[in-house]
């Protein structure tokens, strides 16, 4: 069974970088769109960042836009989100998460099907 795997969690200071990356488990295997969600105790998920199949369109949350990127290798089945100039946040669990039907970016949870068990993320001030 096909899984996702983040990596690069931990604790940054604010003004720091941070790399994170999701990984699927199976070469066979295609993400169609890809994204990133996080959760902080006892908040909602929300969206943080998304990208298309083929990577041409991009989503980002308003609280991201200007200080995140996304990218991904459809080779390789990877996905990258850097965080520039962090801002000090409460710890959060970053998750990506894939589509199995949908290929564009979007920010909506529901379109997507498989995630991977998340990685905590905290920047302190």
């Known amino acids: 069974q096909v899984q996702l795997l983040e990596s690069g969690g931990g604790v940054v200071q604010a003004g720091d970088s941070l790399r994170r990356s999701c990984a699927a488990s199976?070469?066979?295997?295609?993400?169609?769109?890809m994204a990133w969600f996080r959760q902080a105790p006892g908040k909602e998920i929300e969206s943080v960042a998304a990208?298309?199949?083929?990577?041409?369109?991009?989503y980002f949350a308003d609280s991201v836009k200007g200080r995140f990127t996304i990218s991904r290798d459809n080779d390789k089945k990877t996905m990258v989100l850097q965080m520039n100039s962090a801002k000090p946040e409460a710890p959060a669990i970053y998750s990506c998460?894939?589509?199995?039907?949908?290929?564009?970016?979007?920010?909506?949870?529901?379109?997507?099907?498989?995630w991977g068990p998340g990685i905590q993320v905290t920047v302190s001030s």
């Open positions: 990208i298309s199949f083929m990577g041409a369109n991009k």
């Open positions: 998460a894939t589509s199995h039907t949908t290929i564009t970016a979007s920010g909506s949870s529901r379109r997507y099907a498989l």
């Open positions: 199976e070469r066979s295997f295609t993400p169609l769109a």
